[in-house]
């Protein structure tokens, strides 16, 4: 009766552990593929370029960052021009009043007929998560009196000087790659240059 017992035992013992095993991966499986499906998703660093026009004529190109991580930096900002359609006279009355909007680059007319890469440095950094960084770039030309338009792809780098990953950019028209935006310079706009600028949300 005894070694009965002890057969049953030995019989039942290792299938229970089986079993009890078997059930313990399937667990882990199952959280596996749980965490593969069904985990959120992290939610990107977003910058939304937009063009706001200027009282002179021209635009500025406005880089919204939102969602930024406490450890997000930007170092500089490159516009690789696509392509270009000027320089052309500005025609029609020039408004006699002195207009002093400051202007943050000043950019040679040849930018149409030789482009080259436009880049200049903003060195920011976010201090907490889901911080909001604004920067206006509003170039002009070097020369009185001509206007034209560029089309740009903006790539963003950190200080080192690498290319920015995991952000996501919304551009004005989502079907294309670039931004197109005008240049102007009247003949009597004040040549107020200064450095780009940083706004926060108020």
């Keep these: ?3 009965a017992k002890w057969a049953i035992i030995t019989i039942l013992l290792p299938a229970t552990i089986l079993v009890f095993d078997f059930i313990t991966k399937a667990i882990g499986v199952a959280d596996i593929i749980k965490n593969i499906c069904c985990a959120p998703k992290p939610v990107l660093p977003v910058v939304a370029v937009r063009k706001t026009d200027t009282d002179w004529g021209g635009q500025c190109l406005e880089f919204a960052f939102s969602n930024l991580p406490e450890n997000f930096a930007l170092g500089r900002i490159n516009l690789d021009i696509n392509s270009s359609n000027g320089p052309i006279p500005i ?3 020039q408004a006699a009043e002195i207009l002093t909007r400051k202007i943050n680059q000043e950019l040679p007319a040849t930018i149409f007929t030789s482009p080259k890469l436009i880049n200049f ?3 920011a950094q976010a ?3 889901s911080d ?3 920067v206006d770039y509003c170039p002009t030309l070097d020369r009185p009196g001509l206007k034209g338009s560029l089309t740009v792809t903006p790539e963003f780098l950190s200080p080192s000087g690498e290319k920015i990953k995991n952000l996501e950019i919304i551009l004005p028209d989502l079907q294309s790659k670039g931004v197109t935006f005008i240049l102007s310079r009247p003949r009597n706009l004040a ?3 200064v ?3 940083l706004r926060s949300l108020p």
């Design 191 to 193: 040549p107020h240059i």
């Design 1 to 3: 009766m005894v070694k």
């Design 132 to 134: 909001v960084l604004y």
């Design 91 to 93: 025609g029609g009355f």
């Design 127 to 129: 201090d907490n998560d």
């Design 121 to 123: 440095d903003v060195r």
């Design 195 to 197: 450095p780009s600028q």
